[in-house]
């Protein structure tokens, strides 16, 4: 029926073929995915990332409750490359795929990039991307994954030849993806980056703070903040230049103003810190 309609005519709603995906995701075959998506009348309304949000949210959604065969629908990506590569969006399904964890999406993305290097400039180019909101922040890959919190995902990218644009992106605000892993303060994102970033730990953000100042004055659990921090002073010991002194001074400070003793010991600790006076005095604000 939806192949013999003129969805340009008043009789459909602009998104008729939006809504038909919607209901193939919830109760059909996914296999009509494809034949929507290529399909004579249908193709110029759905191939586009607005096609790719609504499965890969349906997929997101749905992965924890059951699983279901979703090949037919990440398969499409196989045979879409120019689409990607001419039409310039390639870069935004990755870093959408990256931010929801899905990694069927990723992968299939860069198994296609090894043998499509136009579509490797595609997905692995960094423009400053856009936030839909002022509430939210946007970067490449890496940042995506890392904001949402995917250490697969994360790890996985790493692997990946040439992701070195997305691992030193820095976005609007000036943050770096260590910057970003501090919002969280996951051990196991920080482990996974700041090895192959350590230029990255003394870089500073709009504020003028430092990935490590982040980790301190964050409210997440003191375990996690303690760990994310002493990757960072590890790798800050293995490369001098990595965080200056008067950087771990200022975080120190905001940890005793914080009064938050076991970060305090551990940048006391740390061989980077030198402090003019002891920790033992009182500070005066």
Same mark, same amino acid.
């Given at each position: ?157 790493? +692997? *990946? !030849? ?7 992106? %820095?976005?609007?605000?000036?943050? #770096?993806? =260590?910057?970003?892993? $501090? ?64 950087? +771990? *001074? !200022? ?7 914080? %009064?938050?003793?076991?970060?305090? #010991?551990? =940048?006391?600790?740390? $061989? ?14």
């Amino acid at each position: 029926m939806l192949e013999a309609s003129e969805f340009e005519s008043h009789e459909f709603l602009p998104n008729t073929a939006l809504l038909a995906i919607n209901q193939v995701l919830q109760w059909g075959d996914l296999c009509r995915l494809r034949i929507l998506f290529f399909g004579r009348r249908t193709r110029r309304h759905l191939q586009n990332l607005d096609f790719f949000r609504h499965i890969i949210d349906s997929w997101h959604f749905s992965y924890k409750n059951y699983r279901q065969d979703w090949d037919a629908a990440f398969d499409i990506i196989n045979d879409i490359p120019d689409i990607l590569v001419g039409e310039g969006w390639g870069n935004e399904l990755l870093c959408l795929a990256a931010s929801q964890g899905c990694l069927p999406v990723i992968e299939r993305l860069m198994k296609i990039a090894q043998q499509n290097i136009d579509l490797k400039k595609e997905l692995l180019r960094e423009p400053q991307r856009q936030p839909r909101s002022l509430a939210h922040r946007v970067h490449q890959s890496i940042g995506e994954a890392v904001l949402a919190g995917h250490v697969g995902v994360v790890e996985y990218l790493l +692997q *990946q !030849e040439g992701i070195e644009t997305h691992l030193y992106h %820095r976005n609007a605000n000036g943050e #770096n993806v =260590l910057h970003l892993a $501090s919002m969280q303060c996951s051990p196991a994102i920080f482990r996974a980056l700041a090895p192959r970033f350590p230029d990255g730990i003394s870089q500073k953000d709009c504020q003028g703070k430092t990935a490590l100042m982040r980790v301190v004055e964050n409210l997440s659990a003191s375990h996690n903040r303690i760990e994310s921090a002493q990757t960072l002073l590890s790798l800050s010991t293995t490369h001098q230049s990595a965080l200056f002194t008067k950087d +771990q *001074q !200022e975080a120190l400070r905001m940890a005793e103003r914080m %009064r938050d003793g076991e970060m305090c #010991n551990l =940048l006391i600790k740390s $061989s980077q810190v030198s402090l003019n006076e002891p920790w033992s005095s009182s500070r005066s604000e």
